[in-house]
């Protein structure tokens, strides 16, 4: 608990219950520790870990502890605190300040000594109505009396590089003092050190400056308490609390959730670097506007102060970022609006105008700050106090430059101080496009900054390398093969039976009837395949008399000796059917059983050439961008914004042409025809997922290209052989097949999202699937898993499934003894397809090719059959690894699909 003066400041300060417990902690070492000039660190050590196992060393030559809070939470007036429970509770009044840079070291000397300033820490401290003395290395040679040092508390800021540079001058001696700043220091017998952000300088020699001051406690920091040297990241051994950003985030309280972004369908292959930063920079603006309008409806409507965002543009190089400015402010760019609201920002300004705009910087939060824009380079460092960014945009930035503390933790503060509720203003955007798969990645990755709740952990066990088998049930048979299903039917029946059923029988042999019953039930549902023509079937009226009735009588004549009768067990068998069918058509794809044979082979010569536009899937900058929140289960969302880009343009067809017939092979009169018909190709495919105006701009911009890939197409021939298949009579659907699976019984079973390499993922058990038609799955390659997360965040897919090795009786190859195991099932509401997914190099092999062909015929026999009887038709789709993101969806996925040299629209 904390004691009354601990109360007092955690009330006036009006700490976050993450402040508050430090607070409490921090009362609990002030009390432990002797607090003496001259320590024995061996007992000190062994009196606090009693208290707090996780500190392990101080790693200083005196007592020092770390406390690790997530940016955005507030160490600053967590300082404070401190600071002002050591003054209240022990009567110190000396404190040295410790930052890592100029920007942190110029912003707490105004936060701990000016009371003008709104974030003010001692604010509503009656022992700080009179502000603390604030000396600096500017400063400390200025005072000419010692008792100025004496007078009230008096706090020591400064940064390491000031540090180290002036430790020398620091230690001469003063004419007026009679000593040296550096030996008044050490004379001081309450100076406690205080490190701000201490990861950057943890083993920095200014250490070797401050063990020398001899201070009674240290004080510590951080965000992320370790240490990176080379590959290796060192955990600090002092941390006495932590609150993570992944804990942060878990909350949902204190911080915004971050996202990355790109655009649907986005191929950033298909750009130039500097194409691809226009791009971004033109969704940021997107996002940015749209944020801008939210914020001000909200604070119109809720009575507040309205908050003026910007946006973060990271540069790779000074270049670069004179090369951002120019498009930023030219006409062309929303029509000239940003002219004078871009500010530049780099390690190679100097003098005044760094330190005018490091005041901009550091004003933008004010309402009369026109910039709206600021473009950095390398100098993304912590001390942006700031509450009003909202869309980061880094170019050409790696997934682990741009998932890091120094680049979200920059717009996670929130503006109302905590969360309201409205997505966009509780919402940091992270614009992406190129490095959005690896960004959601590395954040899916069990350690990474907000998937981590702790970086000290314990020492883990040692793996167990002996592997086994795991059973991957259907979810139809997870549900009705459920206890709890079993203890329904139990309940039913002992309360609809009739007297002397239940006057005669214990409840155990009603379990056993109960459990007869559901699982009668669950085979003879799955078995309706055999006797109705549709999957619907199930639910008519007619057809569940029908199970009704052989369920009772099979289950009188299972238990003669009970007394049942039919009306005894009507209630519980009508749940029982009830219960099956609904897992059945809600959880089960109706998948018809057929054998697929060949039965014939032809060879073909050449087929009617159609334009292949696998490598043609371009996109104008207006289209729906996706967002993923980068936290545990964070959401993946589509995101559309009222701002367009693009101005309608003209008709291109006829200048494409004129680059196809220049070349010598092509003679216009013979092969306009040809031509303008693969044109057309190529305008109907745009159009099938662009609008007439979109799809203008694209042609229009990138005519050349488009007739160069038209003419290299025309220049191929295809020529292949091919097998015949045959497909049996069929039934409408079947049994959804148990899957089994190996791993390694030190292994987890893996959620589908976390983030493994590639090469790990085939050895793996995955689970937390909410459409898919079993209850764990493994993966053949990550293509495969990140296909499994397509299907799961696409609102276009009803359920899908990865069908067992004999679910499907299709067969191919010489002779047909090969069996064919398709990689998925996908339902949507008006169709279902078969999906293959291969590697790029694959695609045009004998053997997948064949695969296809057997696959197709499965899919026209079966779409036969439904189309007469009520089904959904049957489609077959082969991809390249190379085109399944996961930004894709899935209906684009199915439209784009590779023809391989077959038809396969069927």
């Given at each position: 608990m904390l004691n009354s003066n601990a109360k007092f400041i955690n009330n006036r300060l009006a700490l976050r219950p993450p402040q508050t417990e430090s607070l409490q902690r921090f009362q609990q070492i002030a009390d432990i520790l002797s607090l003496s000039k001259t320590p024995d660190l061996d007992a000190e050590l062994v009196k606090i870990r009693e208290a707090f196992p996780t500190l392990t060393s101080f790693e200083r030559e005196f007592p020092s502890v770390c406390f690790a809070l997530a940016t955005g939470i507030g160490k600053t007036r967590l300082m404070g605190a401190f600071i002002a429970y050591l003054h209240y509770q022990k009567n110190i009044n000396n404190f040295f300040v410790m930052t890592p840079n100029?920007?942190?070291?110029?912003?707490?000397?105004?936060?701990?000594?000016?009371?003008?300033?709104?974030?003010?820490?001692?604010?509503?401290?009656?022992?700080?109505?009179?502000?603390?003395?604030?000396?600096?290395?500017?400063?400390?040679?200025?005072?000419?009396?010692?008792?100025?040092?004496?007078?009230?508390?008096?706090?020591?800021?400064?940064?390491?590089?000031?540090?180290?540079?002036?430790?020398?001058?620091?230690?001469?001696?003063?004419?007026v003092l009679g000593q040296s700043y550096f030996?008044?220091?050490?004379?001081?017998?309450?100076?406690?050190?205080?490190?701000?952000?201490?990861?950057?300088?943890?083993?920095?020699?200014?250490?070797?400056?401050?063990?020398?001051?001899?201070?009674?406690?240290?004080?510590?920091?951080?965000?992320?308490?370790?240490?990176?040297?080379?590959?290796?990241?060192?955990?600090?051994?002092?941390?006495?609390?932590?609150?993570?950003?992944?804990?942060?985030?878990?909350?949902?309280?204190?911080?915004?959730?971050?996202?990355?972004?790109?655009?649907?369908?986005?191929?950033?292959?298909?750009?130039?670097?500097?194409?691809?930063?226009?791009?971004?920079?033109?969704?940021?603006?997107?996002?940015?506007?749209?944020?801008?309008?939210?914020?001000?409806?909200?604070?119109?409507?809720?009575?507040?102060?309205?908050?003026?965002?910007?946006?973060?543009?990271?540069?790779?190089?000074?270049?670069?970022?004179?090369?951002?400015?120019?498009?930023?402010?030219?006409?062309?760019?929303?029509r000239g609006y940003y002219k004078d609201k871009v500010l530049e920002i780099n390690s190679a300004q100097r003098?005044?105008?760094?330190?005018?705009?490091?005041?901009?910087?550091?004003?933008?939060?004010?309402?009369?700050?026109?910039?709206?824009?600021?473009?950095?380079?390398?100098?993304?460092?912590?001390?942006?106090?700031?509450?009003?960014?909202?869309?980061?945009?880094?170019?050409?930035?790696?997934?682990?430059?741009?998932?890091?503390?120094?680049?979200?933790?920059?717009?996670?503060?929130?503006?109302?101080?905590?969360?309201?509720?409205?997505?966009?203003?509780?919402?940091?955007?992270?614009?992406?496009?190129?490095?959005?798969?690896?960004?959601?990645?590395?954040?899916?990755?069990?350690?990474?900054?907000?998937?981590?709740?702790?970086?000290?952990?314990?020492?883990?066990?040692?793996?167990?390398?002996?592997?086994?088998?795991?059973?991957?049930?259907?979810?139809y048979d997870e549900l009705t093969n459920a206890e709890s299903f079993t203890e329904q039917l139990t309940l039913t029946l002992r309360e609809t039976a009739g007297e002397y059923y239940v006057g005669s029988n214990t409840q155990g042999q009603t379990v056993q009837v109960a459990q007869f019953v559901a699982k009668l039930t669950s085979k003879t549902v799955i078995e309706l395949g055999k006797q109705v023509k549709t999957f619907d079937a199930t639910k008519d009226e007619e057809t569940r008399k029908i199970v009704h009735s052989s369920i009772v009588?099979?289950?009188?004549?299972?238990?003669?000796?009970?007394?049942?009768?039919?009306?005894?067990?009507?209630?519980?068998?009508?749940?029982?059917?009830?219960?099956?069918?609904?897992?059945?058509?809600?959880?089960?794809?109706?998948?018809?059983?057929?054998?697929?044979?060949?039965?014939?082979?032809?060879?073909?010569?050449?087929?009617?050439?159609?334009?292949?536009?696998?490598?043609?899937?371009?996109?104008?900058?207006?289209?729906?961008?996706?967002?993923?929140?980068?936290?545990?289960?964070?959401?993946?969302?589509?995101?559309?914004?009222?701002?367009?880009?693009?101005?309608?343009?003209?008709?291109?067809?006829?200048?494409?042409?004129?680059?196809?017939?220049?070349?010598?092979?092509?003679?216009?009169?013979?092969?306009?025809?040809?031509?303008?018909?693969?044109?057309?190709?190529?305008?109907?495919?745009?159009?099938?997922?662009?609008?007439?105006?979109?799809?203008?701009?694209?042609?229009?911009?990138?005519?050349?290209?488009?007739?160069?890939?038209?003419?290299?197409?025309?220049?191929?021939?295809?020529?292949?052989?091919?097998?015949s298949y045959r497909a049996s009579s069929m039934r409408p659907f079947t049994r959804i097949e148990t899957s089994f699976g190996g791993k390694f019984k030190s292994d987890d079973l893996y959620d589908l999202r976390a983030t493994l390499p590639a090469s790990e993922v085939k050895a793996k058990v995955f689970r937390g699937f909410k459409k898919a038609c079993h209850t764990l799955y493994k993966f053949d390659s990550d293509t495969e898993r990140r296909f499994a997360i397509v299907l799961e965040n696409d609102g276009a897919v009803l359920r899908w499934m990865r069908p067992s090795a004999k679910q499907f009786n299709i067969y191919y190859g010489v002779g047909g003894v090969s069996r064919y195991e398709p990689d998925f099932v996908a339902e949507t509401a008006d169709t279902i397809y078969m999906v293959e997914t291969k590697a790029a190099n694959e695609i045009n092999s004998d053997t997948v090719k064949e695969k296809a062909v057997a696959a197709m015929e499965y899919c026209r026999a079966v779409t036969e059959w439904n189309t007469e009887n009520g089904g959904k038709p049957w489609e077959y789709a082969l991809l390249s690894h190379d085109e399944v993101h996961l930004q894709s969806s899935f209906m684009f996925l199915m439209k784009n699909r590779m023809r391989t040299g077959l038809k396969l629209d069927l």
């Open positions: 100029l920007t942190i070291y110029k912003k707490l000397k105004s936060d701990l000594g000016d009371p003008s300033n709104p974030k003010y820490v001692f604010r509503g401290l009656d022992k700080f109505v009179n502000p603390p003395r604030i000396i600096d290395g500017d400063n400390y040679e200025d005072y000419r009396q010692l008792s100025l040092f004496d007078a009230g508390v008096t706090i020591n800021v400064f940064n390491i590089s000031k540090l180290n540079s002036e430790s020398g001058r620091m230690r001469r001696l003063n004419e030996s008044y220091l050490q004379s001081l017998t309450d100076l406690c050190i205080f490190m701000d952000e201490s990861h950057h300088y943890h083993a920095d020699r200014g250490f070797d400056t401050i063990n020398e001051l001899h201070p009674i406690l240290g004080v510590e920091l951080t965000a992320t308490p370790q240490i990176q040297r080379g590959a290796r990241k060192i955990a600090f051994k002092n941390v006495v609390y932590e609150y993570s950003l992944a804990h942060a985030l878990n909350d949902g309280l204190y911080v915004k959730v971050p996202v990355v972004f790109t655009r649907k369908d986005f191929r950033p292959e298909e750009y130039t670097p500097e194409q691809l930063d226009r791009e971004k920079m033109n969704d940021g603006i997107r996002l940015h506007e749209e944020t801008k309008s939210k914020l001000d409806v909200y604070a119109r409507a809720n009575g507040k102060s309205v908050v003026k965002p910007f946006v973060l543009v990271v540069a790779k190089d000074t270049e670069h970022s004179r090369q951002i400015k120019e498009y930023l402010t030219s006409d062309d760019f929303y003098g005044s105008e760094k330190d005018e705009n490091i005041e901009l910087l550091l004003s933008l939060e004010q309402q009369d700050n026109r910039i709206e824009i600021v473009i950095h380079v390398n100098m993304l460092k912590e001390g942006w106090d700031v509450t009003n960014l909202y869309t980061i945009i880094p170019l050409r930035a790696s997934a682990s430059e741009t998932l890091t503390e120094q680049t979200i933790g920059r717009g996670l503060r929130l503006p109302y101080g905590q969360r309201t509720g409205v997505d966009e203003v509780d919402r940091l955007s992270v614009v992406s496009h190129d490095r959005y798969e690896a960004i959601v990645s590395l954040a899916n990755d069990p350690n990474s900054l907000v998937r981590r709740v702790y970086y000290i952990d314990p020492t883990e066990l040692e793996s167990d390398d002996q592997r086994e088998t795991v059973e991957m049930p259907s979810v009588s099979e289950t009188i004549r299972q238990f003669p000796s009970l007394g049942l009768k039919k009306e005894d067990l009507a209630a519980v068998v009508e749940q029982a059917i009830e219960t099956c069918v609904q897992a059945l058509t809600g959880n089960v794809i109706p998948i018809p059983v057929a054998v697929v044979q060949p039965f014939l082979e032809v060879k073909r010569g050449f087929y009617e050439f159609s334009l292949d536009t696998r490598s043609i899937i371009w996109h104008p900058s207006d289209d729906t961008l996706i967002g993923t929140e980068l936290q545990k289960g964070g959401e993946t969302f589509e995101y559309d914004t009222k701002f367009a880009l693009f101005p309608k343009t003209d008709t291109v067809e006829n200048e494409i042409v004129r680059y196809i017939i220049v070349h010598d092979n092509v003679d216009y009169s013979s092969c306009a025809n040809l031509i303008y018909s693969l044109i057309g190709d190529a305008k109907r495919h745009f159009l099938s997922y662009l609008n007439s105006e979109e799809t203008e701009k694209v042609m229009r911009d990138r005519q050349r290209s488009l007739a160069d890939i038209i003419y290299a197409q025309m220049n191929e021939h295809f020529y292949k052989e091919e097998t």
